[in-house]
């Protein structure tokens, strides 16, 4: 049997247990250790380089469509005040003083097929490459950031008995923090751009569509953008800096709609 020295570490070792390495030979155990010690590659805003799986994004779509069965599958649109799971759930600004969890559960309600189909189909084109970009984490806290932000735009500057649901203020949100990314990384960020404006205009046209949860998502979604492409997002404990930030805008948001609340009282 011939034995061979390791390269890194000196042991003699067979030559059949060897593996090649750019310079001589490595033992098993050293290229393992060699392999822990790497650090898995990282895209230019620190997410994961290469094509990961949208993991929140299918999670996300799956939530929306679980809601919707629990709605009662409204096809046509919800028929009256909707069954008792949409009563609970759906954001009701008169309820929200007591009820403040309304501003974010009401993001995964729907009003008929083309409602949810339209929202979901927008949040599996836009969401799976912003999550690719960002990784997970952040990508998950900018959605319900910005959902929260549409809800607390309603409440604010809605009737009081203003009733909304819909995963639209996230998707807003999504809208632009895909147009300051691709500024970031100087990407054609001109057919984005024309969404929202396109976006922005059905939304003043269509009846029924609320303008303040669509410009409440879109805000919010400019100032976690923001977050995201302008702190830097190396080394990795900058990105958690960068969350515990968006999760800041969610915390001033609660605030607002608590001072709101009191003053209602």
């Known amino acids: 049997m011939t034995y061979v020295s390791c390269t890194r570490c000196g042991r003699p070792i067979c030559a059949e247990c060897m593996r090649p390495a750019p310079v001589g030979f490595q033992c098993p155990d050293d290229v393992a250790a060699g392999q822990r010690s790497t650090r898995a ?3 230019a805003l620190g997410g994961p380089a290469g094509q990961g799986r949208p993991i929140v994004t299918w999670i996300l779509l799956g939530l929306n469509v679980i809601a919707f069965v629990l709605e009662g599958l409204p096809l046509l649109g919800l028929s009256g005040q909707g069954n008792e799971f949409v009563n609970r759930f759906v954001q009701v600004n008169f309820l929200v003083p007591d009820e403040p969890y309304r501003l974010l559960t009401a993001a995964f309600l729907h009003d008929g097929i083309w409602h949810i189909g339209l929202n979901m189909l927008v949040l599996v084109l836009i969401g799976v490459q912003l999550e690719q970009v960002l990784g997970w ?3 998950l806290v900018l959605y319900l950031v910005s959902a ?3 809800g607390t735009m309603v409440y604010l500057f809605d009737a009081p008995n203003a009733s909304v649901l819909g995963a639209s203020g996230a998707i807003f949100g999504l809208f632009s923090a895909f147009y300051l990314v691709a500024r970031r990384l100087r990407a054609d960020a001109s057919g984005i751009l024309a969404t929202i404006g396109i976006n922005l205009v059905l939304t003043v046209l269509i009846p029924r569509v609320s303008l303040w ?3 409440g998502g879109l805000i919010t979604g400019v100032v976690v953008g923001l977050i995201y492409t302008r702190l830097p997002s190396r080394p ?3 990105k958690a800096v960068q969350i515990l930030a968006a999760v800041g805008v969610a915390v001033l948001l609660v605030i607002v709609v608590s001072l709101r609340s009191a ?3």
């Open 148 to 150: 929260l932000g549409g």
């Open 41 to 43: 590659p990282v895209g």
């Open 236 to 238: 990795a404990v900058w």
């Open 137 to 139: 984490a952040r990508f």
């Open 213 to 215: 949860g669509h410009l």
């Open 263 to 265: 003053a209602l009282t």
